[in-house]
């Protein structure tokens, strides 16, 4: 009950023919997600997100998983200074990040723009993928990728034939964790956003600090669902790979 | 041998995600870290300004009691939660983990939100209350630790239940039933047996909701009061009001060094390896 009531609650809420958040609501109507369509700022930030999210998720993944097979296919000096080093935005604060971006985009020049906010949100997803794809290649056997190179194949060929379909499960599953840990993303933005560039986060922030109206529920039900989206997307392509462990 | 040059060559991928965080993570924290001591002087001024006034070491005394508040109740909530997940039936625990990871999964400004709707004083909690005749006066649930406290336990709940659920479902029964058997009554076989097998799932469960804790922004500022505020959002505050580069640095390696001395302690002292995928 207190884990799922409140968001189920917002979800009910934005669909309220009433103009203030009340529970339950009076009618029923579309009006709030009307409202959405017709404002071209929610339009343009949720544009904005999804301008940030595809680019960071594809980078964060494509960087993520050739960090993952390094560290765990080659014999890298100071391995576990660069595992820590590339797992560090998970565990450093938020918040400092958030601050220390935002201090030197604005000497860079990134400030307020969309490839700082796709920089950051990169930096910012590395991890994820790094964990997911590195737990899945401790489970390849190895000895099939050497006989691949016995036989021949080149390493890139080696990877693509043999490693990559057996990982594939886990990379899709680290860049749409990427994907949604960048849409989600609100504090890092909050910093390097400007009004003109802005996610749906940071407009959704700046609205419920002002009247809150159904507008704002309809948003968040947007984003919940887009999360919901993604997770059930992972629960089946984990269950076809035979993934018993059912976290994100 | 191919194989030798295949790894050699294969290590070099860890270079372009290094590179990243090393311009665009580890640089910018050192630069934060320099402008708390050179900034607007050199010294350690900043440092003294946030561990000497009374008004920044009551934000930070409340950045810590909240924090542990918040990780007590998730244990509280989170071990039944836990231990019932373990021993429900298949179907049962499906669900139960969907129930967990669907909140795990949404985005916290969309919970924080729910609860800023929920907790007003006309809310639907009040409501209920008042409907029921429980309380004569709506309760003031928002913009008061109460509030914050409501909001954080709810959304890190998932961090205290997921390495908790992973130790105690390799606990095997067999403990409990030769404790049984040998004559100790439930509880006293629980406190003796169960708990100290689960401890590692507690300090772990226990180091991560403290440690995000300490430094959680959303949920205070949107649920907290004006006065009671965390380290997070004093440091957003001096940043975005004052342009307060050097007391807000010091702030925020404050938090960072308090992070990492948590971190290591459960680390290295009680020798669980956190697992920060939770």
Not at chain 1, 8 to 30: C, E, K
Not at chain 1, 32 to 55: C, G, H, K, Q
Not at chain 2, 3 to 16: C, E, G
Request: glycine content about 8%; overall charge positive.
């Amino acid at each position: 009950m207190y884990i799922i009531a409140p968001i189920v609650i917002v979800l009910i809420i934005s669909f309220s023919s009433a103009q203030f958040l009340t529970f339950p609501p009076p009618g029923y109507s579309m009006q709030w997600y009307e409202n959405i369509v017709d404002n071209p700022a929610w339009l343009r930030s949720l544009w904005t997100s999804l301008r940030v999210m595809l680019p960071a998720g594809i980078a964060a993944t494509v960087l993520g998983t050739a960090a993952a097979l390094a560290l765990n296919r080659g014999s890298i000096p100071g391995a576990a200074i660069i595992n820590g080093i590339l797992m560090a935005p998970l565990v450093v604060p938020v918040i400092i990040t958030a601050a220390a971006l935002f201090g030197v985009f604005r000497i860079w020049g990134l400030y307020g723009s969309i490839g700082g906010l796709i920089l950051a949100h990169t930096v910012l997803t590395i991890p994820y993928v790094l964990s997911t794809v590195g737990a899945s290649l401790q489970l390849v056997d190895k000895r099939l990728e050497d006989a691949a190179a016995n036989l021949g194949a080149t390493p890139w060929a080696a990877f693509r034939l043999v490693t990559l379909p057996l990982i594939l499960p886990a990379v899709l599953s680290g860049l749409l964790f990427a994907m949604v840990i960048s849409f989600d993303e609100l504090v890092v933005s909050l910093f390097i956003s400007t009004p003109v560039v802005r996610p749906v986060t940071v407009q959704m922030w700046s609205n419920i600090r002002g009247d809150v109206d159904p507008t704002i529920a309809a948003i968040a039900t947007l984003i919940f669902l887009f999360s919901l989206a993604a997770l059930l997307v992972e629960s089946v392509t984990s269950r076809n790979s035979g993934r018993k462990t059912p976290h994100p | 041998m191919p194989s030798t040059v295949t790894r050699d060559r294969r290590a070099l991928l860890v270079i372009p995600a290094t590179a990243l965080l090393l311009v665009a993570f580890v640089y910018p924290v050192f630069w934060l870290l320099l402008r708390s001591v050179s900034d607007p002087v050199w010294g350690a001024h900043n440092y003294a300004t946030a561990l000497g006034e009374v008004i920044y070491l009551k934000v930070l005394w409340n950045t810590v009691a909240i924090s542990g508040a918040t990780t007590v109740f998730c244990l509280l909530f989170g071990y039944p939660m836990a231990y019932t997940m373990v021993h429900a039936g298949p179907a049962a625990k499906r669900i139960l983990i969907y129930i967990v990871l669907i909140p795990f999964w949404t985005s916290i400004l969309v919970r924080t939100f729910a609860w800023l709707v929920l907790l007003q004083p006309k809310g639907l909690i009040n409501d209920m209350l008042l409907g029921i005749g429980l309380i004569a006066e709506p309760l003031e649930l928002i913009y008061n630790r109460t509030g914050v406290l409501i909001g954080m336990v709810q959304i890190l709940l998932p961090f205290m239940v997921f390495p908790l659920f992973s130790v105690l479902s390799r606990i095997d029964d067999g403990y409990m039933k030769a404790a049984a058997n040998l004559g100790a009554p439930p509880l006293p076989a629980f406190f003796r047996v169960y708990l100290p097998l689960s401890l590692p799932g507690v300090l772990t469960g226990c180091m991560l909701v403290f440690i995000i804790s300490l430094g959680y922004f959303i949920t205070p500022a949107l649920l907290g009061g004006r006065r009671d505020i965390m380290v997070a959002q004093l440091i957003q505050e001096q940043i975005d009001l004052f342009g307060n580069w050097g007391l807000s640095a010091a702030l925020a390696m404050i938090l960072l060094a308090g992070t990492a001395l948590i971190f290591t302690v459960t680390y290295k002292v009680f020798g669980v390896k956190p697992d920060i995928r939770a």
